[in-house]
């Protein structure tokens, strides 16, 4: 399965840990992806041998993407999905790019919260 990095509040507190086969902590604060990726590597390595064993029922799972992330996706990039959309089943000679805000994700296994405005919202996972 290899090592996953997980986001998660613990103790009424947002932290970070490395999932194998358990959960372990990161110690350390690190408020953005970003910051965990780039200066946290020692505590990641750490975290792997000597990091706090915490169960998965003691935390609440968070998005691992935070304020500060960019996030890009492409769509309509295959036929299935091109079909549903009401696309010609042959793929485009141009790539549908578009962004997604940080604001708008949530965690694994927490509720979507949709818009008033919104008239539809896809079910897929980008």
Known sequence: MGTRLLRFEYDRQERWGIYEENLRLIEGTFPTLRSILTVGHSQITR???EGIIISME???????ITHDGNIYCQGTNYAEHREEAGFTQQKPAYNLL???SPSTLS????????????QLL???IE
């Open 107 to 118: 965690a694994a296994n927490t509720n979507i919260i949709c818009p008033q405005d919104v």
């Open 47 to 49: 975290a792997k041998t």
């Open 98 to 100: 578009f962004m997604k």
């Open 58 to 64: 003691e935390i609440t799972l968070l998005s691992p």
């Open 122 to 124: 896809d079910y897929e």
